[in-house]
């Protein structure tokens, strides 16, 4: 084969390229599809269709057109263009399709899930430019199909920023006129045409991490695109932790539906096979009966613990279903004859994102994923409490959970938890308990905590019994 040989390829080819940069105002996207010889080239600012060009030229001006790009800061962007995955294609909308596979008992438990499934959608695509496609159920940039390697990169990057935050809002609030430069527009002059410079500089320790942060916050937005008016302004950047917090409550729930969606291309794989098994296997029924529902509702409001805020001490029940997960049930049999055959109903609270995600697979021991702090104040274990205010707190809105919630109604749990023969601890551990107990049950005033927890380190133990929707007045 001589050096000039040319080897036809016919595989289209895509690229697409992410520049944001604040100092530049730049939020920018540039897409190049080569096919043979035809290049189609789409440009313009993230959020709008942006310009078309085409050119001739095949691989060696396809390759020259993205090399100059990529010379001016563009990167390469973390999406897809397609929805195929382990050589199947999603042909309707996946959510959907596993959603259809619980047992609902009645339309009312019809509704609640369709009601969760809706609320998860709405919080990725209210605060940022993400959109839900309802044709096959995916969530997409305003270039392409979002991918998992980039949401755990971006997730990665909020925890450095996470980290950083509040030392840098400390020594901003120390060096008050301080003005960074992507925040002065232009150049001001004196009436003689001199140029006047307003910018106090930072002090070293403030610029040193002013420009950490800076880096940190175009890497996530080439992520994670978002529809910004400008990116010189930090307030539509992440310098505050509610800025934050928004964005990790959508990369939490992006992640979330991603894992959903990879258990049902892998189905998609297993029926080939015809070893398919439903990605959910879980029964659902309202609760009508009215003695069972005021067992219940008796227990919300007597556990309650006015010292978690009047926003809790005035919630109410209003609706309750019972839940019934396949894989829980003779887990949780054989637990009661190993370790005890007492259990308690303990509550759970958890942010509406993160329900189907349980209904599908059950409460899992928390993994060291990206982005993720590692253990809590008594280890990797699944938590509960016997207050139920305290859990209400970590569901949407709640003290201890940053993530906004817009609507009055959450979501928690109230389960059946084996806690077998359990240990006090005398403060924060993050081993689990000793050979011969089976849980740690922290208790206020005698483990550094003002509220019970109690932690399990099997989800053997734990069987899900109900979900609560209560309201705030």
């Known amino acids: 084969m001589t050096e000039n040989t040319v080897i036809e390829n016919t595989e289209v080819q895509k690229q697409m390229l992410i520049q944001f940069n604040m100092n530049h105002n730049n939020n920018k996207f540039y897409y190049a599809e080569l096919n043979g010889e035809q290049i189609l080239v789409r440009y313009g600012r993230v959020g709008n269709k942006g310009v078309e060009h085409k050119y001739t030229g095949g691989l060696k001006k396809f390759e020259s057109l993205l090399k100059a790009k990529r010379s001016k800061g563009y990167k390469d962007a973390m999406i897809e263009e397609t929805v195929e995955g382990s050589s199947v294609k999603l042909q309707k909308n996946v959510i959907e399709t596993a959603l259809n596979e619980i047992n609902y008992k009645d339309d009312l438990s019809k509704e609640l899930v369709k009601t969760i499934s809706l609320k998860n959608v709405h919080k990725i695509t209210d605060s940022t430019s993400i959109t839900f496609d309802s044709n096959d159920g995916l969530f997409k ?21 996470e980290k950083d935050l509040p030392q840098f809002l400390d020594l901003w609030s120390k060096e008050p006129t301080v003005k960074f430069d992507l925040q002065v527009k232009g150049k001001k002059r004196t009436s003689d045409g001199i140029i006047v410079n307003h910018n106090i500089q930072p002090s070293a320790s403030l ?90 509702n008796n227990l919300f409001e007597t556990s309650k613990n006015s010292a978690h805020g009047y926003k809790c001490k005035k919630s109410r029940l209003i609706k309750l279903y019972r839940i019934k997960l396949e894989s829980q049930q003779d887990a949780f049999e054989k637990c009661k004859n190993s370790i005890s055959t007492h259990f308690n109903l303990l509550w759970h609270g958890t942010k509406t994102q993160n329900l189907l995600s349980i209904m599908s697979k059950g409460l899992l021991l928390p993994k060291l994923s990206p982005g993720e702090k590692a253990g809590a104040m008594f280890g990797d274990g699944l938590y509960f409490a016997n207050q139920s205010t305290k859990s209400l707190n970590y569901c949407d809105g709640g003290l201890w959970n940053q993530n906004s919630n817009e609507n009055n109604s959450v979501y928690m749990f109230l389960a059946s938890v084996i806690t077998g023969n359990h240990f006090v601890p005398m403060g924060p ?20 905590v003002m509220n019970d927890e109690i932690i399990v380190f099997s989800a053997d133990q734990i069987r899900l019994d109900y979900i609560l929707e209560i309201e705030y007045n």
């Open 207 to 296: 610029k040193l991490l002013a420009d950490k942060l800076f880096g940190l916050n175009e890497q996530y937005f080439v992520i994670i695109p978002n529809k910004i008016k400008s990116a010189r302004e930090m307030e539509n950047l992440l310098f505050s932790t509610k800025a934050v917090n928004e964005q990790k409550s959508t990369c939490d729930a992006l992640l979330e539906t991603l894992n959903l969606i990879d258990d049902l291309k892998n189905k998609n794989v297993d029926k080939i096979e015809d070893t398919a098994s439903p990605t959910f296997r879980v029964e659902i029924e309202h609760v009508n009966d009215e003695t069972v529902f005021a067992l219940v």
């Open 141 to 161: 940039t305003p270039l392409g199909v979002i991918q998992r390697t980039g949401v755990e990169q971006a997730i990665k990057l909020l925890s450095e920023i």
């Open 429 to 448: 551990v993050s081993s689990p308990p000793p050979e011969g107990y089976h849980s740690y049950w922290a208790k206020a005033g005698k483990s550094q």
